[in-house]
């Protein structure tokens, strides 16, 4: 394919892009107009400033950013001495714990002191 082909196939898809990005800003303007009209009216119709939805928003954010950070992992609170394995006592207990009970030992013995 000779370079100006190639220029010019190029140039006339970046076009097309910028059409579409437009349309797609055109759309979204369109479908967002009545949706805010709305809160407005809402607003109005409540007596609800800007500076309370403000605020409601920002705790919501706060809520969900909580939400999201990663926990740090819980600490072990049972350990099999025989292999090292570890379990925090939540959740299912693992295979080594439930077939050390069902021979007769107590979870207890496994605690980490």
Known sequence: MPQETF??????I???????????????TRQRRPVITSIVRSMLEYDISPEEVTE?????????TRASTPREPLPAKY????????????????????EAEAKGKSR??????
């Open 79 to 98: 350990r099999n001495v025989a292999t090292g394995d570890e379990w925090t006592g939540r959740g299912r207990p693992p295979r080594w714990i439930t």
């Open 108 to 113: 207890e013995e496994f605690l980490i002191k």
């Open 56 to 64: 409601a928003y920002q705790r919501r954010a706060q809520r969900a």
């Open 14 to 28: 970046e076009k097309e892009i910028q059409k579409l990005q437009q349309k797609m800003r055109t759309l979204q």
């Open 7 to 12: 220029t010019a196939e190029k140039q006339k």
